[in-house]
């Protein structure tokens, strides 16, 4: 049986719909993260700037976005059509991920940057929060399709 199929109209169409977005994101971060690589240095729109030369752990988490999370999410979105229960479970991993980086990122860019609060400022940092925290929230809605019997 396909579960996908055996959802409801308006649940497959959220889900799909949740998945162009953290299809979105995983494109903007690894675009983001190889040009951290590379050396470039991005201009936020709390007005902070991150460059890996003057704070090393933007180094770091690049590497582990592109060798980890990134892969991850990308596997996860085929998964979901390929192989289900396998696609949803590393889902949630992905969902986890986003919840807890751009929680991390809004928080950190509240507390020190006191940002203006514009339409880039809510995209860039807890956009990605409120999509992984629906993804959680839309999981557990459908949890008895996804993963029951």
Known sequence: MDIVASLSFGSRILLYVLLAAIA?????????????????FFQNPDGTTDDWREQKIFYGIAWADLLLACPTSTAALVLIFAAPRWGFFLMGMVSFWFLWTNVMTTVTSLRFEKPKLTLAWLVVFPLGAVIGLSFIVWTFVNFHVLFGA
């Not at 979105?24 to 470039?40: E, K, L, M, P």
């Open 24 to 40: 979105f994101f995983t494109g903007v971060v690894t675009w983001a993260q190889v040009g951290c690589i590379r050396g470039r």
